[in-house]
């Protein structure tokens, strides 16, 4: 293309169009090269002795230890590249391989001898494949603008989609998008395309719905210290890059928690970046620094840079391509991009605490509480209530009173005279999140970590930087999913089993500290400081979805009352 660097426009034909030529299967693919950065990392690869070929996104961080099992069963390298692991792993064990891998992709692979096509996604879904068939082609990309791009047919809005973002900020749910047709393979599948046009579809993997409780019996030393064990080498290798590395850093326990086991054990000293907020009680600035000088981290603060979001939003907007759940995203594309400034194009960070290891209140104390009230287990009852890190005793009665007997209809009621165009009666998305387990399983698979997984993944590259997510390491996942919940949740504090395994390694300040941020963001404040952009855009509206009459007659009380709901219908706004 006409970006390519000069090597390749000079060796390479420009390619303006499919159509000029005829063929079965097209294959297209950008690098961003993290390991071995010469040629031999260039794609689509092909291997011609194994007669598979393909394009691949993403990186295998267990690719040495794979590669080693490889070559004792007598493959050969030419390469010290992923891509190259990957393809031959494939090639000895089939659809196998998948579940070798630690680490993050999307790949198409094609059998020549077979005609066959198949695409596969990591565990968790982090690295995006969406797709569209039509009567005789199947479109897959790693974006949705670009099957867009190759469609000769007007594009559908999916009302569902629509309809479940506005009303709960649900994304993604059965893998639809905001776009009619086009849809997102599942996590931990493959997709199997004969030369006919057939598909089959199977899994590799599954996080367990039910916990086993098989280390109830395990104490909780035993627990952390195994904790401990499995975090350490998924930060180990997560290090592995041959270009510039860093970590970015909160200053709560998850970022913390990474900044210190990285700089056990990388040989370099590494550099670590923060938001500093003007608002004293979003500021968490300190806790980042006292974590930076306890490891001796090349520390960097970033000015808040949430007023930046208009300068480029349109930009923005299209790189998401649906609508997302907080201008926060934003803010942080901005430290990423002041990351890459400095050289820095891998970044460790402390995606995946609050969903692994129980971290959010509205989401799980709250539920654990009624969870115990139900089973009469009132001293576990009493200690948690009454010990409760983040809220006294008083401020908890009222919280919970609103969690548990919210008032009927009124906020579902308001939501919906916002709507237009039928999808205000639509029934309500039912998750399973009676119990805390349930909802524990729900966020990590169905309502929050898919999608949250595949934001980021369009924020970084964007750039472009790599983000990696120790805690969201497959081995930890399935570790901690295995706990009893009493070991997440105790004594009144949240990710309790965490703050045990890393009490040796970090201060006091940020293993025990109570009033948890993580990253925040002052959306209200934002949003009072936008009003009047706001209320310009939804004058000027023309959104089928959207009664612009409502909304701007309770512009203000929107923003008071219900900030996250009007972020919400803003995004779809713009969009």
Known sequence: GADSVAQIRETQPLITELQQEHFDLALGHRRFAILDLTVGGHQPYFDPSLKIGGVFNGLIYNYKEVKAELESNGVTFYTDCDTEVLFKAYGLWGDACFAKFNGTWAVAIYDFNKRELVLSRDRLGKKPIY??????????????????QALDTEVVVNERAVFDYLTNGYRDLSQRTFYEGIESLPPASVLRVNARGETTASKYWELQAQRTNALATASPAEVAKELRNILEDAVRIRLRADVGLGVELSGGLDSSSIAGLASAV??????????????????????????????????????????????????????????????????????????????????????????????????????????????????????????????SAPELIGKAWQQFFPKANGNDLAMRSLLNNGIARMPMHEANGATTEAQLYSNMTELKMPYWLLS????????????????????????????????????????????????????????????????????????????????????????????????????EMLISQQPDLMWRVLSLELW
């Open 456 to 555: 980021n993944d369009k924020n970084s590259l964007a750039i472009p930087v790599e983000v990696r997510a120790p805690l969201l390491d497959y081995r930890l996942v399935e570790f901690a999913f295995q706990l009893p919940v009493n070991l997440l949740i105790r004594d009144g504090w949240l990710k309790w089993i965490l703050r045990q395994a890393m009490d040796d390694l970090l201060p006091p300040t940020i293993t025990w500290r109570k009033k948890k941020m993580g990253y925040p963001f002052p959306l209200q404040d934002w949003l009072h400081g936008s009003q009047k952009i706001i209320a310009d855009l939804f004058r000027q509206s023309d959104n089928p979805f959207l009664n612009k009459k409502m909304i701007g007659q309770n512009l």
């Open 131 to 148: 797709f569209q068939r039509s009567a005789n082609v199947l479109y897959f990309a790693s974006e949705i603008k670009a099957i867009l």
């Open 266 to 391: 990388h040989p370099k000293q590494l550099s670590c970046f923060t938001v500093e907020y003007p608002q004293t009680e979003w500021n968490e600035e300190p806790y980042a620094r006292e974590v930076a000088t306890r490891f001796n981290m090349d520390y960097h603060v970033v000015r808040s840079p949430e007023r930046w979001f208009w300068n480029d939003v349109n930009e923005f907007v299209a790189l998401h391509e649906e609508p997302f759940h907080s201008p926060n995203l934003h803010t942080q594309q901005a430290v990423w991009r002041l990351m890459h400034e400095s050289n820095i194009r891998v970044i460790l960070y402390g995606a995946g605490g609050d969903e692994v290891f129980a971290g959010y209140r509205k989401d799980y104390f709250y539920r654990y509480l009624r969870d115990l009230l139900k089973r009469g287990d009132m001293t576990a009852f009493r200690k948690n209530f009454m010990n409760f890190s983040e809220l």
